[in-house]
C-alpha cells in the first residue's frame, strides 16, 4: 500500500508501481469517481466516434476471427492473385 499527499491545486501523485501495473503512463486519461465514501481512479481511453465499429461492423470483425480460429484465411499473395484474374 502507498500512501500520497493532495497538492495545492487537489493534484495526488500516483505511485510508480500502481502506475506500472494498472499500465499507465504519463498523458494517459483516468475517470475520478465515488464509490461509498472513496475514490476510484480508472485508466480511460478515449476513441473518437468515427473510429469505432457499428453493431454490423463488430458482427463481421467477430466472423472473421471465427474463421480464423477455423483455420480459414488466405494469404495476401493468394488474394492478389484473385484479383488479378
Known amino acids: ?8 491545486r487537489r493534484q495526488v501523485i500516483i505511485p510508480k508501481a500502481v502506475c506500472e ?4 503512463v504519463e498523458g494517459d486519461f483516468v475517470e475520478v469517481s465515488t464509490r461509498k465514501g472513496r475514490v476510484e481512479i480508472q485508466p480511460k481511453r478515449l476513441v473518437d466516434l468515427e473510429d469505432t465499429l457499428t453493431p454490423e461492423e463488430e458482427k463481421i470483425v467477430a466472423k472473421g476471427f471465427r474463421q480464423l480460429k477455423r483455420g480459414q484465411f488466405v494469404t495476401w499473395d493468394q488474394l492478389k492473385n484473385e484479383l488479378d484474374r
Open 1 to 8: 500500500m502507498s500512501v500520497s499527499r493532495v497538492g495545492k
Open 21 to 24: 501495473a494498472v499500465g499507465l
